[in-house]
């Protein structure tokens, strides 16, 4: 067997540099590149990726990842074994297997065929496509994808995602019978990495990679976790024809699942000790490669060398001078953009104390080279990250400590009866119909936009086009009769961004992009010093908006949750302290818009649930400061002026405690997609606020019909006491045309018209 490579990282970003992924695919899905040209542009970013991580040091056999993907890596596991949806069989080769054409389509859906569902994996922004599985899926390598994309050069190290991690993440395909869980066919799944794993040895792959992020969650019950992982391992390290196996655990600690991965015969074992301590049973790893994920795979920030390379002395020492150990990425680098040397316009001090991929990749390298030869070898650069580290605490714009000091009165707002009663002048009867905030974003808001930042478009002239816009946005809902307006947020490119760009402490970068979901990609603003607002940010054009209408404008601000997580956040203070210094801005501005007649305030919080950490244990503590940073945001107004969140997501039977908390008078919730299935844990928790949960899908396309929207509604009413139903659709309608939101909008009100008049 090869020995591990001394130095690697567990994956690196997929769009390309200059984001080539993302232009090559689209300009396949828009006809305006053959399919050989997209093929060869994707090869394109692989080998830019490779002759990167090479120039930068990588050199080792096995140290650089193969761990590209058209689209999404859960997607590509599950396509290469044949698990395809049965709605999809028609797209299938005679072998099984699906071009790349039908690859995308199962991925992006076609016509009234819905794509796999989207979710986010574990707790990051990232979107994976979550696989269908029933009792009678075929499960065999129908595909040699990851073999192909392992050996187009010499020693590279395919990164999988592991047969635990896919079986959990999936969900149970249409039909099968109550009860059925994918984990059911995991021996079935085992059997179609044994034909991978004996592909890839033909091949003369000499180590693979299977990540197996759910083994650190507490999503599912820990003995079903812990039963799998054994019996996966014991089945994959036993197989005769096999590439050695490195079983990746990252986002936290691995827990009770390392046992049997220790007893287990696969190879190396990678740690994410970045969330995770050293465990204490350790030494049960001697004998194995551990591969100590010292380097944050998840922030920016420039590690600190001292402590890293002491975390790996002290796993030297619990190992033991003859256990091998390598030295990597917590995670794979996916979650952070490629370079900050490209990042000019930065504030050049704010620019010293950041790594993005590459810088990460020369750190991890650091490290080893300490771990090989001394810290002597690397004492120059552990003087550096520990002298940066310290001009950045001492930086006047960032004073570590400065904790707002807040009385708890600040968090809380009168009883919700009271406010109901002064809120009801607002005149809104039942079910009062309002929509998510923003309206479609047209091209030509882009381009001036585009324009205004280019400097060829005066501040006037775009004043004046948001104007225009807003006005039109003003009355097509008048047109369509919608109860509480909103302005349509054309003036935001990002509803975390423009926030950004209005306070102090954050920046925001030029290519620091980072993959959100397939062709997706966002650029997440850097939060680095003390949170303050520079003025009012939305007030103008809230007050515009209301100025055109007699009906009430609802004002729209980003909650501090959301830009957290949506941000890259100083590592310095605890999140709760930076959470509750953007709610404290966020306060100044609900207030703000309060006095300039405002009545209705929504502060949208669609990271709420991402955020919630994956370890049980960790839980009540974030759910404690994250309801108290909104309430901090949302508790300065009289109880005249009413508050509403939007959440995005329909599961939420964890945090529905959380939201409760929130105390909001209107909560608005993903509900179209699942038809509703959200209604039970509502009334389950007594929930007796307002709550309109979303009549309409709007990551389709599709205009729903009026009957449609109706029979939700309907099942709503059935559930939820009248008076306290919103109607509106699942969310911001952004990414639609008017062409698709003009009808839909008008069936969704004629559809609460129907309902209020027979209920
Ligand atoms: N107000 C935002 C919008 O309508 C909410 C978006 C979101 O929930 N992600 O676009
Ligand atoms: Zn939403």
Partial sequence: MTTFPAATIIGYPRIGRDREFKKAVEAYWAGRASLEETTRALAGVRAQTRDRLAALGLTEPGAIPADSTAYDQVWDIASSLGIVPTRFDDLRLPDGSLDLTGYFTVARGEGERPPLEMTKWFDSNYHYLVPEIGPDTEIRLVDDRVVRLATEAPDLRPVIVGPVTLALLSKPADGAPEGFAPIDRLDDILAGYAELLAALSEAGVAWVQLD??????????????????????????????????????????????????????????????????????????????????????????????????????????????????????????????????????????????????????????????????????????????????????????????????????????????????????????????????SFPQTGEIRRARAAHRAGTLSDAAYDAAMRREIASVVALQERLGLDVLVHGEAERNDMVQYFAENLDGFATTEHGWVQSYGSRCTRPSILWGAVRRRGPITVEWTRYAQSLTGKPMKGMLTGPVTILAWSFVRDDQPLAVSADQVALALREEVADLETAGIRVVQVDEPALRELLPLREEDQPGYISWSVRSFRLATSGVKPSTQIHTHLCYSEFNEIIDAVDGLDADVTSIEAARSRMEVLEPIREVGFERGIGPGVYDIHSPRVPSVEEIEALLRLAVGSIDSRRLWVNPDCGLKTRGYAEVEPALANMVEAARRVRQEP
């Fill in 212 to 437: 197996e992020p759910a083994l650190v969650a507490d999503t599912w019950p820990r003995e079903v976790v812990v039963a799998a992982t054994a019996s996966a391992y014991r089945a994959l390290g036993d197989l005769p024809d096999r590439p050695a196996i490195f079983v990746m655990g990252s986002y936290g600690p691995l827990g009770d699942a390392l046992p049997p991965l220790a007893a287990s015969g696969i190879e190396a074992i990678g740690l994410d000790l970045v969330r995770g301590e050293i465990p204490d049973d350790v030494d049960i790893l001697t004998g194995k490669t551990v591969v100590a994920g010292v380097i944050s795979g998840r922030n920016i920030w420039r590690a600190d060398l001292q402590e890293a390379f002491g975390i790996l002395g002290e796993l030297r020492a619990r190992l033991g001078d003859d256990s091998p150990i390598a030295v990597a990425t917590s995670t794979s680098l996916q979650h952070v953009p490629h370079d900050v040397a490209r990042e000019a316009g930065l504030y050049p001090e704010l620019r010293t104390w950041l790594a993005f991929a590459d810088q990460k990749v020369g750190e991890v390298l650091t490290l080893a080279r300490g771990l090989a030869a001394g810290r002597g070898a690397i004492a120059g650069e552990i003087a550096e990250s520990v002298a940066v580290r310290a001009r950045r605490a001492a930086h006047p714009g960032v004073r570590v400590g400065d904790v707002p000091v807040v009385p708890d009165a600040f968090r809380a707002r009168e009883p919700y009866l009271v406010r109901a009663a002064a809120q009801e002048d607002l005149g809104l009867g039942a079910l009062p119909t309002t929509s998510i905030g």
